[in-house]
Structures are given as structure tokens and as C-alpha cells.
């Protein structure tokens, strides 16, 4: 073999030391001699056991599995093996104060927050991180300390919530400028500032995120809060929401690219909304009354106060004894399978179903902004889609016989996805032919 004019071979000498095949499969064979297998009740008899052990020879090591026989476990198996984990959540908060040391000269208060998925105990490994810059937030806090403090610091006004939507922009653009001219690993700098909300979205090369930095939307660091309780409230609640957001992806209901498709924020409310229904999750309007003076929150002229130290939640749950997460996955799509989303819309603040105030085919009630329908972009025929996926996972569930057979069909994606579920549903007989209408006889 010849090299080309710009290339050059490096003659590396073989890895000679590779166990051989028949010696790999001596060693295991004798290492399953020296072994046993006892069945126990929980991880909790493992040192118990290892003691026993211990004692009648040498214990070189004890590993603990579970056989997933079930849904329920395959369930949790999903949730841990798809969730972020500690890593990844210390790198997006390594990511975001690297913004904050980088302006704190200029903002001595300032504070870089993450919310979303990263923070709110339902992201996935691999999620973006959503930031927000304020500018006061130290201040604040300290001003809740100390309010009878006489000295302030003096800045030029930044207002996070004030300020005109041309200042933002303004602020927006020279902030995406630092990013990408003096920020180590921050690359692919993109400007969206004629969003509703404007970003800055940059990939940060060294930690491995994708970020989106925004200015005015400190709602939704209270959202991602709000749904950190709820889901701390209910171990069952985590590991169903990443199931059925699992089910969506794999039918091709969500879609990365926004339109007019179902959000997984939306399908996280759904979710929510249905435990609210069989009584695990309380509404969010009784959080609102359990609140003190120390939880009230405005932004942007939004109400965001509920109790946040949930030792002050007055709620008792109805949660039966035999019920797990395979019940509970069952119920869902049973319950909206037959869900009337042509004029009933969804409310965690009352925790049931309400008259729905416009057409929207979908419509969900914001828990914080209660005038707004976070669904408002999903079009009727994904509303159909949505509709036709339910029935079907709740026929899989019910007609196949082997448990973790049917939780595998559930999540995985098909070779033919977008045949999966047609996307022509309107019948024929409500079709009009034009040329009929004007057809003189």
C-alpha cells in the first residue's frame, strides 16, 4: 500500500496481549464454579447476606440484580438510564457561571439561573440548558435580609422586567457579542431576538451543552420550580412522565423542531394533570393557599407565589397500596383516550377539567399565566394524531401478554414512524369538490 502525497503510514506493532478465546472462556467458566446465585427480598439483604457469606468462605465481590419481568421495572430502568445525571447536571452549572465570573465586574449582583429540564428533575441526558440573566438577583436577596439597610449599590438601570422590548434586544445583541468574542469554548453564537422571548443560543464545546440565554423570563425558572415540587412529591410521578415522553418520541408525536406539534412541556402538564385526576398530586391553587409572605413571586406582572417548603402543604394523597407505575402508565392513556379535547380543557390549578374559552384544539392552562394555553401552537390534526396514538397504547398494553414484550413495542421507534400513525384522518364524505358546487345541472 502507498501513501498519497499528503498522507504518512506509521507502522505501529500488534497488541500481543489479548487473552486468547478458549483461555476467556476457561476463566469465566471457572469463575461461575466460585460463584452462587441467592434470591433475596431487596437490596437491603445484601449485607446481611454478604456476612452469611463471609463466613462459611472468602466473599471477592456481591452484585445485586433485578430481573425487569414486569413494566413497572422496565418503567424505572428507562427513568435511571435516561435521566441527567450528577455529571451532567454539574456541568451545565459549571457552563452557566462561567457567564456569571464574566460580568460580575460589571454586575456585582448579578446571577446566571438555569431552569427548564436541567433543573425542574425531569431532564434527560443530553438536554440544552435553558439560562436566565439578572442582574439584581443578589440584591434582592439581600434586600429580603436587610431591609433596613441604607446603602444600596449604584448602577446604571438594566431593569430585567421594565426595560422596552428594543432595550432587551439591544442588551441581548452586545451580550452574544461577548459570548462569542471572549468566552472560552463558546461557539456556533446564534441571536434570536425577534422571539417572543429573545435568545441567545450557543454551543459551549469544552462541557459538551447547548445553551439558550435569555433576559425576561424569570417565569419560567418559577415554572421549572413549581414542577420540582410536584414531581418530588410522588416517586411514581418522574419515571412516568420520561415514559410517556419516551411513547411520544417513539410514535412521532414530538417533534425538535418547533410547529405545530405536541410540546413534551405539554405532555409533562398532561401527565401531571392525570395524577391530579386520581388524587397522588394536589392542585396547584392549594399551594397558592399554603403560602407565606416569604414565597411571594411577580414577574412580569405574573402571580407566581405558591409554597415552596412543602412541609407546610396541607394534602393528604390517595395513593392504593397495589398500585405502580404500570398501573398508572395503563390509566393515562385510558384516561385521555376518551378525553372530550373538543370542549374540555386541562387545569393543574383546579386539578380537573374546565370549559375551554376559545377553539383551540388543545388547550392547557398555564399553572402560573392562567390566561394563556401553553398548547395554543398544536394544530387539529396533531390533536387527531395525539387521540389515535392513546387507543393504540392502551390496546397494546391490554392485548399482549408479555409485559416487558409490549413496554419495548411502547418506546422504540419503528423503521416507518411517520406511517405509524396517518396523518390524512379527515373522511372522505367531509371533503367538497369545488367544481360540484358550481356544477349547473
Same mark, same amino acid.
Given at each position: ?7 504518512s ?10 487473552i486468547?478465546?478458549?483461555n ?24 446481611e ?6 463466613g462459611?468462605a ?5 452484585y ?9 421495572d #422496565? ?15 454539574r456541568?451545565? @452549572?459549571?457552563?452557566a ?9 460589571i ?5 446566571v439561573?438555569p431552569?427548564?429540564?436541567t ?6 441526558a443530553?438536554?440544552? @440548558?435553558?439560562l ?10 439581600q434586600?429580603?435580609?436587610?431591609s433596613?439597610?441604607r ?17 432587551v434586544q ?37 462541557t459538551g451543552?447547548?445553551c439558550?440565554?435569555?433576559?425576561t423570563n ?9 414542577l ?6 410522588d ?23 418547533p410547529g ?23 392542585p ?11 414565597d411571594k ?6 402571580? #407566581?407565589?405558591?409554597?415552596?417548603? @412543602?412541609?407546610?402543604?396541607k ?8 398500585q405502580?407505575?404500570?398501573?398508572l402508565?395503563?390509566?393515562f ?23 375551554k374559552?376559545?377553539?383551540?384544539p ?19 390534526e396533531?390533536?387527531?394524531r ?56
Amino acid at each position: 500500500m502507498e501513501a498519497g502525497p499528503n498522507e504518512s503510514l506509521v507502522k505501529e506493532p500488534i497488541n500481543t496481549n489479548i487473552i486468547q478465546f478458549e483461555n476467556m472462556i476457561q476463566f469465566r467458566r471457572n469463575e461461575a464454579k466460585r460463584s452462587i446465585g441467592v434470591q433475596v427480598q431487596s437490596e437491603e439483604s445484601g449485607k446481611e447476606l454478604y456476612h452469611y457469606c463471609k463466613g462459611l468462605a472468602p466473599v471477592q465481590s456481591m452484585y445485586h440484580y433485578k430481573v425487569q419481568n414486569n413494566i413497572s421495572d #422496565c418503567m424505572k430502568v428507562l427513568y435511571e438510564s435516561s435521566r441527567l445525571d450528577e455529571l451532567g447536571l454539574r456541568l451545565r @452549572l459549571l457552563t452557566a457561571r462561567q457567564i456569571e465570573m464574566a460580568l460580575e465586574g460589571i454586575f456585582p449582583n448579578i446571577a446566571v439561573l438555569p431552569f427548564g429540564s436541567t433543573v425542574n428533575g425531569l431532564g434527560k441526558a443530553g438536554c440544552d @440548558l435553558d439560562l436566565v440573566v439578572q442582574h439584581d438577583y443578589q440584591l434582592k436577596a439581600q434586600s429580603k435580609d436587610s431591609s433596613s439597610s441604607r446603602l444600596i449599590q449604584h448602577n446604571k438601570s438594566v431593569g430585567n422586567s421594565g426595560s422596552s422590548r428594543q432595550h432587551v434586544q439591544r442588551q441581548m445583541e452586545v451580550l452574544a457579542d461577548f459570548i462569542q468574542l471572549y468566552l472560552p469554548g463558546c461557539v456556533s453564537v446564534k441571536r434570536i431576538l425577534q422571539a417572543r422571548v429573545p435568545i441567545v443560543k450557543y454551543s459551549h464545546e469544552v462541557t459538551g451543552v447547548d445553551c439558550d440565554l435569555s433576559m425576561t423570563n424569570m417565569t419560567g425558572v418559577y415554572m421549572s420550580e413549581l414542577l420540582y415540587l410536584l414531581g418530588s412529591l410522588d416517586p411514581l410521578t418522574r419515571p412516568l412522565v420520561f415514559t410517556v415522553k419516551q411513547w411520544a418520541w417513539a410514535v412521532g408525536l414530538t417533534n425538535p423542531t418547533p410547529g405545530r406539534w405536541v410540546t413534551n412541556f405539554t405532555l409533562t402538564l398532561l401527565t401531571l394533570f392525570y395524577l391530579q385526576v386520581v388524587k397522588r398530586l394536589p392542585p396547584v391553587e392549594l399551594l397558592r393557599i399554603a403560602a407565606g409572605t416569604e414565597d411571594k413571586r411577580v414577574t412580569e406582572e405574573i402571580d #407566581c407565589t405558591f409554597v415552596r417548603d @412543602l412541609s407546610r402543604l396541607k394534602w393528604q394523597s390517595f395513593k392504593p397500596r397495589e398500585q405502580d407505575l404500570s398501573d398508572l402508565l395503563k390509566g393515562f392513556f385510558n384516561y385521555y383516550t376518551t378525553f372530550d379535547f373538543t370542549s374540555a380543557g386541562i387545569s393543574l390549578n383546579v386539578g380537573k377539567c374546565v370549559p375551554k374559552p376559545d377553539f383551540s384544539p388543545l388547550y392547557v392552562v398555564n399553572p402560573l399565566e392562567k390566561s394563556a394555553n401553553v398548547s395554543k401552537n398544536v394544530s387539529l390534526e396533531e390533536v387527531e394524531r395525539l387521540r389515535i396514538a392513546l387507543r393504540d397504547a392502551a390496546w397494546n398494553l391490554e392485548t399482549t401478554v408479555e409485559d416487558q414484550k409490549s413496554f419495548i413495542n411502547l418506546v422504540s421507534r419503528p423503521t416507518n414512524v411517520n406511517e405509524n400513525i396517518p396523518r390524512k384522518y379527515i373522511p372522505n364524505n367531509r371533503i367538497v369538490s369545488i367544481k360540484r358546487l358550481f356544477n349547473d345541472r
